[in-house]
Structure formats: C-alpha cells, structure tokens
C-alpha cells in the first residue's frame, strides 16, 4: 500500500496527482531508458543527484522505478531507506536508519535517540550508526541505499539566502545541523568500506545553492543525472499500457487526444495522470454491471473528465 493512498492496482491503474510510490511499480510506465541510465549511475557511484524540474516525475522514478530495478538485480541485496530534510534533517535521518534495524514503538525511537547523537558528534555517524545494526556489518554482502528526497528542503532550512525570521542564534544552529547533514553524506559517500549508496532528488532551480555547502558541488556535479522530459511514445505507453496491465480497453481516439493535450512539458505529468484516473473511474464504474466487464476507456470519458 502507498503511505499516500491505495497503491495502484487492477481497479485503479493511475496514481492521479499523487507521486508514484514504491507499491505502484507494476503500473509505472514510460521510463525504461531513464532507469537503464540511472541504473549504471547508481553501480558508477556512491553518490548520485537526480535533478529535474517540479512536476517532473523525480521522486516517481526512484521510488517506483529505480527501487523495483534494484531489487531485480542478481547478487545484490539492498535496504531501502527513503528520508526528507524537513525541518530536522539530522533527526529525520537518524529515523531513517533506525528503520533498519526493524523495530517498533518505543524500541524503535529509542535506537533514533541514539543514532541521532551518533550522527551529531561526528561526520562518520552513519558509518558509525550501521555498525550497530546487524546484517549490516563488513561481509554481510547487504548494502544501503540512502534517498533522501527533496534536498531542497535543506536549502529552506538551513535560510542561507533569505532573511530569517530566526533570532541569531537559532539561525546559526539551523545552518550548523544542514552543514552537520551534508558532512555526514559526503563523508559516507567517500567511505570504501561503507556499503552505502545515496541518492538525492532536487528541484533544477536549486542546484546554485548547493554553492553554500563544501565539497557539495563537486558531488553533484560529478554524477548528476537531469530528468528529461517524456517523448510522445513514452507518453503513449503511460497512457495506454496501465489500462492493458488493469485489463481494460482504451479508445484510440482518446489516446490521440490526451497526447495532443499534454505536451512535453514535464509540468504536465501529474495532471496527465489525474485525468486518466477519472476516465478509468468513469469507465469502471460504468461497465461494472456487465458479466466479464472489462473497462473501456472512450473519448466521451476523457471529454466529460476533462472538465
């Protein structure tokens, strides 16, 4: 199940405005070559940067897409942790990496306490933090894939570029903890012994603010991977190939017409799926008291949806 919704399935194949999660990736479509690329630079790299603009699909293609292929993978296993900055980036990653250890409740705070001072005295916390989960020691042949998803947000935490409402103080404290964070990543990603990938998804407009934070944009800019936008085939298959996993039938004419509607433009895509969404319902709902019903997707539903 999606954290944000019912996971996509055979009676409902789109995600509408939401972005794809990790539950939904037999319904991700239109991005092989995408993951094809991102995947040799995950296996290139200790440390890889999908930027993109908002609306682009970033999170998506991670989540849905780069975590299902990774999975696939022969010989490797991989643990999954998915984290934001938020308004305490420390905090929020040591949650994270106590998640690996599979606990609960207050068991499972308790090792956040701790991972959460391990990470704040030293820049190879994490280093430090893993060794204490089991199954994750040298030798284990298990290996971590850090994403931390909108890195942004540690642009806004931290304020370096606008004029804080914090008192002097506070606001030190702020951009103490984000370069505290961004120490601990880099110096992670520098670790040989260290079985940790880290992958951050940022928004395009703010790639100059990594400037604020060393060795930062050397980082970035060594295995940056920029999200293009979808061709009209990949926006075909997006279209076309949930309702035929779901067992359903779409109109042609629909499908000529919802490309025509939404263009290139990577904006587009959470509306693109929002509308297919309600034609599927449409047409669900319509056909569901016929025997042996199969949906089918007509112009009038993507009309009448459109609305």
């Not at 293609?61 to 696939?72: Q, T």
Request: hydrophobic content about 40%; some cysteine; proline content about 5%.
């Amino acid at each position: 199940m999606s954290s944000r919704g019912a996971a996509a399935g055979s009676e409902r194949p789109f995600v509408g405005l939401r972005p794809f999660e990790y539950g939904d990736h037999k319904f991700f479509f239109g991005r092989e070559g995408e993951l094809d690329a991102l995947e040799r630079q995950i296996e290139q790299n200790r440390f890889v940067a999908v930027v993109g603009r908002s609306g682009c699909g970033k999170s998506s293609l991670i989540r849905a897409g780069l975590r299902a292929r990774l999975e696939k993978v022969p010989g490797h296993r991989w643990s999954w942790v998915e984290i934001r900055p938020g308004d305490s980036p420390i905090r929020e990653l040591a949650q994270g990496l106590a998640g690996l250890t599979r606990r609960s409740g207050d068991l499972l705070e308790a090792w956040a306490d701790r991972f959460e001072l391990i990470l704040s005295k030293s820049s190879f916390g994490i280093g430090e933090a893993l060794a204490h989960i089991p199954g994750l020691r040298e030798g284990e042949g298990r290996r971590v894939l850090l994403f931390v998803d909108q890195f942004e947000e540690l642009f806004q935490f931290a304020d370096f570029w606008s004029e804080s409402k914090l008192d002097v103080m506070a606001a030190a404290e702020r951009r103490d903890e984000a370069t505290m964070f961004v120490r601990l990543l880099l110096t992670a990603m520098k670790s040989p012994l260290l079985p940790m990938h880290i992958i951050v998804s940022m928004r395009s407009d703010f790639l100059g603010r990594c400037a604020g934070f060393h060795g930062l944009p050397e980082a970035v800019s060594r295995s940056q991977f920029l999200v293009p936008g979808m061709t009209r085939d990949q926006r075909e298959d997006v279209i076309r190939k949930p309702v035929q996993l779901a067992g359903g039938q779409i109109d042609p004419r629909l499908v000529q017409r919802a490309l025509n509607d939404f263009s290139d433009d990577p904006d587009q895509l959470p509306n693109l799926q929002q509308i297919m969404m309600r034609c599927w319902e449409r047409a669900y709902h319509r056909d569901a008291q016929q025997v042996g019903h199969r949906p089918h997707l007509t112009i009038d539903d993507y009309t009448r949806s459109a609305v």
